[in-house]
C-alpha cells in the first residue's frame, strides 16, 4: 500500500527485509518512563526506497545541508516522510539534528529564533516559511530538566540526548523514520516501515503508558487514521476510552489548536465519527457530546453532513473559520442551556447570555480566542433577524456575518425542513439585490462561496468599518 509516484519503494524493502520481527524493540517500565534495550535500527540504503529530494523543500534541504556542513547530523523525521512514503503531499518537514537549540542559533544566526519552554525549539526562517528544527532528545529520567507530574504526563522535556534515545519519545511508529541528509537513508527503529505497510497506527511502547505521559496523543491517533486512511489495532484503540478523561488536563490553548488541527485538516466528518467511536469527543466538546447522546439530537442529525461540507470546502481550496465551527458545535448545547429548543429562541438577550454562558465553558476546554467567541455570538445573533426581520433585508444582507449566518441557516434546516422556506428567501434576496451584499463582509468559512476573498487584516478593518456603518442608519 506504501507508494510514491505510482511505483510502491517498499515493497521493495518489505520483501528484503523480511523477518523484521528480529528488530522489534523490548520495552521496559521504569518510573514511569518506557526504556528499551540494544536495538540495532534498520537502514534502508537510498536504492531500496524512494524519498527523493527533488520531492523535499529547497530551504528543509538548506537546513540540512548547512547542519551537516556545520559538523552536526541532521535528519528528517516525523509527518513529512510518512506522508511522502503514503504518497501524499506532504504539510510541513520537520528537521531534528544533535545540535542543541544554541548551537542552531550560531549556525543560523539572525534566521533562527528559539521558542517554547516545555519543548526548546529551534525556528528557522527560509524566505517567507519558518522551519523547525528539533535537538534530539532522550526519555530518561534520570538527568536534566525533565517534569512528570504524578497522573504521568510530561510537563517539561529538555533533556537532549542522541538518535538512539530520541526515537523512543516519538508518538507512532509510522512517524518516527528518518531520512539521513548524509547519505540519504532512512534509519528505521521500530518497524516503521512494516506498519505502514501494513495501514496500521501503533505506539512506540506501552499505550496507556504513552497516552498517560501525553493524551495529547490520543486526539493524533484518530486525526492520523482519517488524514491517511489507517486502522488502529487494538492495542492502540483499547485504551482510548478509558483514558479520554485525561484530556481535561492538558493545556486548554493547546487543545484548541489540536481541535483546528482535526476539524480543519479536510477529514472532520471522519475525524467526528472516530473521536465518538472512541469516547474521545467528550474531552473535547463535553457539552455537544451530552446534547448528541439525548434522544432527537440536532447535533446528530446536522454535524456529520456540516462537517462533510467542510471537508468539500477545504477539497475545493477554500477558507474556513473557527468560529464557524465553534458556532455548530456549541448551537444545540445553546438552547438547551436555555431550556427550550431551537426555533423558540428568539430573544437576542437570552441568546447572548447563554451563549456566554456555554462559550465560557467551552473555553475551559479548548480556550476559545475572544474574536472566535465574538464572531460565533455574531453568527448566531445573525439567526434571528434571518427568521423574523425579512422585511429588512437590506439591512440584514449588510451584517458583518450574513454570509455565514445564511450559510448556518441552511445547516439548521437540514434538521428543520421548515426552515427551508426561510433559507429560500435569502437565497433569492442576494440573486435580486447583490449591491445589498457588496457592502457586506463576506466571510470564509462556512460552507458556500463567498463574494470575496479577503486577508485577515481586511477582514478585520472591513469588519469595524461595515459595523460602524450599519450603526449609523
Ligand atoms: P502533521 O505535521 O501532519 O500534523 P506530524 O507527525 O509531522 O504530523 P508534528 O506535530 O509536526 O506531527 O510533529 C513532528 C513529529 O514529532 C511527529 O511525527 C512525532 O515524531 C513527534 N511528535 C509530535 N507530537 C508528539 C507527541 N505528542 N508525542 C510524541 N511525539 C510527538
Ligand atoms: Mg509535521
Redesign the pocket.
Known amino acids: 500500500m506504501v507508494g510514491v509516484g505510482g511505483s510502491s519503494p517498499l515493497a521493495t524493502t518489505r520483501i528484503k527485509l523480511n523477518g523484521s520481527d528480529l528488530f522489534r524493540p523490548v520495552f521496559i517500565s521504569k518510573n514511569k518512563v518506557h526504556t528499551h534495550v540494544n536495538v540495532i535500527p534498520r537502514i534502508i540504503s537510498r536504492s531500496e526506497h524512494s524519498i527523493s529530494r527533488s520531492n523535499i523543500d529547497k530551504g528543509v534541504l538548506d537546513i540540512l545541508y548547512t547542519l551537516s556542513r556545520s559538523g552536526y547530523e541532521a535528519y528528517l ?4 516522510l ?2 511522502m512514503l503514503l504518497g501524499l503531499e506532504p ?2 518537514f ?1 528537521v531534528v539534528t544533535n545540535a542543541t537549540p544554541e548551537q542552531i542559533k550560531t549556525v543560523f544566526r539572525s534566521r533562527c529564533r528559539i521558542i517554547g519552554r516545555r519543548f526548546r525549539l529551534a525556528h528557522i526562517h527560509v524566505g517567507d516559511k519558518v522551519i523547525e528544527v528539533a535537538t534530539f532528545r532522550a526519555q530518561s529520567d534520570e538527568r536534566g530538566d525533565r517534569l512528570i507530574d504524578a497522573q504521568g504526563m510530561v510537563r517539561r522535556d529538555n533533556i537532549y540526548g542522541t538518535r538512539d534515545e530520541d526515537v523512543w ?4 511508529t509510522i ?2 523514520l528518518y531520512y539521513n541528509i548524509d547519505d540519504f537513508s532512512l534509519v528505521d527503529y521500530v518497524g516503521a516501515i512494516d506498519d505502514l505497510n501494513a495501514g496500521q497506527i501503533r505506539l512506540i511502547g506501552d499505550p496507556s503508558l504513552r497516552y498517560r505521559e ?1 493524551p ?2 490520543m486526539i ?1 491517533a484518530i ?1 492520523f487514521a482519517c ?1 491517511l486512511g489507517l486502522e488502529l489495532p487494538k492495542e492502540t484503540a483499547t485504551p482510548l476510552p478509558l483514558l479520554a478523561h485525561l484530556l481535561a488536563e492538558t493545556a486548554p490553548a493547546r487543545l484548541y489548536e489540536e481541535v483546528l ?1 482535526l476539524f480543519h485538516g479536510g477529514q472532520a466528518a471522519c475525524v467526528f465519527e472516530k473521536l465518538r467511536q472512541h469516547g474521545l469527543l467528550a474531552g473535547l466538546f463535553e457539552q455537544t457530546e451530552y446534547c448528541l447522546q439525548q434522544a432527537s439530537s440536532w447535533s446528530a442529525a446536522v454535524l456529520p453532513k456540516a462537517l462533510s461540507q467542510t471537508d468539500a470546502r477545504i477539497a475545493n481550496g477554500k477558507g474556513v473559520n473557527p468560529a464557524f465551527l465553534f458556532a455548530l458545535m456549541m448551537w444545540e448545547p445553546l438552547w438547551t442551556a436555555l431550556d427550550c429548543d431551537e426555533q423558540t429562541l428568539v430573544h437576542i438577550d437570552d441568546l447572548l447570555k447563554a451563549a456566554a454562558t456555554v462559550l465560557n465553558e467551552q473555553s475551559e476546554r479548548t480556550s476559545l480566542p475572544r474574536p472566535v467567541i465574538q464572531q460565533v455570538k455574531e453568527i448566531w445573533a445573525t439567526q434571528l433577524p434571518l427568521i423574523h426581520k425579512k422585511e429588512k433585508a437590506e439591512r440584514i444582507l449588510a451584517l458583518p456575518r450574513f454570509r455565514a449566518g445564511y450559510d448556518f441557516l441552511a445547516l439548521r434546516a437540514i434538521a428543520a425542513p421548515n426552515l427551508q422556506a426561510d433559507v429560500d428567501f435569502w437565497t433569492q434576496v442576494q440573486i435580486e439585490h447583490p449591491e445589498w451584499l457588496q457592502v457586506a463582509v463576506s466571510y470564509p468559512e462556512s460552507g458556500e462561496s463567498s463574494r470575496h476573498d479577503f486577508d485577515d487584516t481586511q477582514q478585520r478593518d472591513g469588519h469595524h468599518k461595515r459595523r460602524r456603518r450599519y450603526r449609523h442608519r
Not at 77 to 80: A, L, M, P, R
Not at 169 to 172: E, G, K, P, T, V
Open positions: 523525521v516525523g509527518g513529512g510518512r506522508d504539510k510541513d520537520d519519545r516519538r508518538d507512532f512517524n518516527a501525553d495529547v496523543r493524533r486525526r488524514k488541527k
